[in-house]
């Protein structure tokens, strides 16, 4: 991955972070997956995707990304990031259940 690419990834998370109102060029919900987000990335004409979700309000969780390749986000990706989210809570409960 370029400089570049990595320098667009880093103002598009940044503009999320800061922002209260975010243009869905860059941020929406996936459709289908309660919790589940994507972060959108175009730079030189190709395109990536960033998977992420909330965690205790304005914490975003990074769970996956890839280049995306055709129009349609491929259902596989989506699947994959579903399963990290959960593993994730299911991991954070867990903790959390321990410490009391």
């Known amino acids: ?44 004409g190709n395109i990536y995707r960033i998977f992420s979700c909330f965690d205790e309000g304005n914490l975003i969780i990074l769970l996956n990304g890839f280049q995306k390749k055709s129009q349609k986000t491929p259902d596989r990706e989506i699947e994959k990031a579903e399963r990290i989210m959960n593993e994730y809570f299911s991991k954070r409960n867990k903790l959390h259940n321990n410490d009391r």
Not at 8 to 28: D, G, S
């Open 1 to 44: 991955m370029s400089k570049e690419t990595l320098s667009k990834i880093y103002q598009v998370i940044l503009l999320i972070m800061t922002e209260e109102i975010i243009p869905t060029k860059y941020f929406r919900v996936i459709k289908g997956v309660k919790g589940l987000y994507e972060i959108r990335i175009e730079e030189s």
